[in-house]
């Protein structure tokens, strides 16, 4: 039995655990205002963009610093919405001109199933990062769904290496610019695709195999996200055998937006294993297993609001009681 105080102790730990600010993640993505039309309605120019819903996601876990551009009619009050999670700003440029600007249509039948209606860059079409001196030496970097060369761009700024590098990317990528993507894929530890960008990369209709394709890239963890059912995440061990993890969503009786639920899986799953402090070669099939279902987790409040009107309000005993609803879910006694 462990007395009193160190039970105490280790509580402490645990919630210590949750929120470590000492453990940064740079995030380069995009911030934009989203138009989305779904079956429970409509919103116009809305908060959105991969590294805002990442950044606010992983907040509740680490302290994310942004790269990313928007024009001068940015809103203030989102600017100080993401200071209030204790989000590092230095990085972000305000240049004249508009924000980048994406809409997109969801199948009223299949919220799984989305069309781009229109993507306007704005100042996004002539962004080049410039990372700062602090940001230069960032552990853990994310390389949220941009144009690959950019992506690129800011992994070469790094001074060393950052601990663990992800990455993230999307359909027109693989379609236009795909020999970059195949060039980053190869630099970066874990890769989050969806099932069916997966199969567009690789030409590759079995899941497992596609991702053990991709691992064959380089990356040690491939992360495939299957929107409202789940995912499969692949690793590769030491003895470079395969780790296959499986795992729902949780289930969500009224979705509103999708929109980011995948850019907030991808911050709940490395804001967690930023929160571990431990570097890539310690991390072990536990940690990505558990950093998975937080990443679950966090693309569970985001679909309950459009935009980020759902995440940016979540509380930690939210997370926890949606944890332990997810052990309720999925063990058998
Ligand atoms: P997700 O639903 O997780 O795939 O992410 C949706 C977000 O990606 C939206 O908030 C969009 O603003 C953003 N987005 C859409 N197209 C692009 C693009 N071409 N480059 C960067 N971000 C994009």
Same mark, same amino acid.
Do not use: C, W
């Given at each position: 039995m462990m007395p009193?105080?160190?039970?105490?102790?280790?509580?402490?730990?645990? =919630?210590?655990?949750?929120?470590? *600010?000492?453990?940064?993640? %740079?995030? !380069?993505?995009?911030?934009?205002?989203?138009?989305?039309? #779904?079956?429970?309605?409509?919103?116009?120019?809305?908060?959105?963009?991969?590294?805002?819903?990442?950044?606010?996601?992983?907040?509740?876990?680490?302290?994310?610093?942004?790269?990313?551009?928007?024009?001068?009619?940015?809103?203030?009050?989102h600017l100080n919405m993401f200071k209030s999670r204790n989000i590092d700003l230095t990085g972000l440029k305000i240049k004249d001109g508009k924000t980048f600007r994406w809409a997109g249509k969801y199948d009223p039948n =299949?919220?799984?199933?989305?069309? *781009?209606?229109?993507?306007? %860059?704005? !100042?996004?079409?002539?962004?080049?990062?410039?990372?700062? #001196?602090e940001h230069k030496t960032s552990s853990i970097l994310f390389l949220a769904n941009i144009q690959p060369d950019l992506q690129m761009e800011v992994l070469k700024q790094t001074d060393t290496k950052p601990n663990i590098v992800a990455m993230d990317s999307m359909n027109i990528w693989i379609q236009h610019n795909k020999d970059?993507?195949?060039?980053?894929?190869?630099?970066?530890?874990i890769i989050f695709l969806d099932e069916s960008e997966l199969r567009q990369l690789t030409g590759i209709h079995n899941i497992v195999?596609?991702?053990?394709?991709?691992?064959?890239?380089?990356?040690?963890?491939?992360?495939?996200?299957k929107g409202e059912y789940g995912l499969l995440m692949n690793s590769v061990n030491i003895d470079n055998s395969f780790s296959l993890f499986a795992c729902p969503a949780l289930p969500?009786?009224?979705?509103?937006?999708?929109?980011?639920?995948?850019?907030?899986?991808?911050?709940?799953?490395m804001g967690y294993l930023a929160s571990t402090g431990k570097d890539l070669s310690k991390i072990c099939s536990q940690d990505l297993r558990k950093a998975a279902i937080y990443g679950t987790i966090m693309g569970s409040f985001t679909v309950q609001g459009f935009s980020v009107d759902r995440l940016k309000l979540v509380t930690d005993d939210e997370i926890q009681g949606r944890y332990k609803d997810f052990e309720k879910l999925t063990t058998i006694s």
């Open positions: 009193g105080t160190q039970v105490q102790r280790a509580r402490i730990n645990l =919630n210590k655990l949750m929120l470590n *600010t000492d453990n940064k993640i %740079l995030v !380069v993505g995009s911030i934009a205002y989203d138009s989305v039309e #779904t079956s429970a309605g409509k919103n116009s120019e809305a908060l959105g963009g991969s590294a805002a819903y990442f950044a606010l996601s992983a907040s509740y876990f680490s302290r994310p610093s942004i790269i990313a551009i928007v024009g001068s009619d940015f809103d203030k009050a =299949n919220l799984n199933h989305r069309e *781009t209606i229109s993507t306007d %860059l704005n !100042v996004f079409e002539d962004f080049m990062p410039n990372l700062k #001196t970059d993507l195949l060039r980053l894929i190869t630099k970066v530890d195999d596609a991702s053990k394709a991709i691992t064959s890239l380089g990356p040690k963890v491939a992360v495939i996200k969500i009786d009224s979705v509103l937006d999708p929109t980011g639920a995948g850019d907030s899986f991808a911050g709940g799953f």
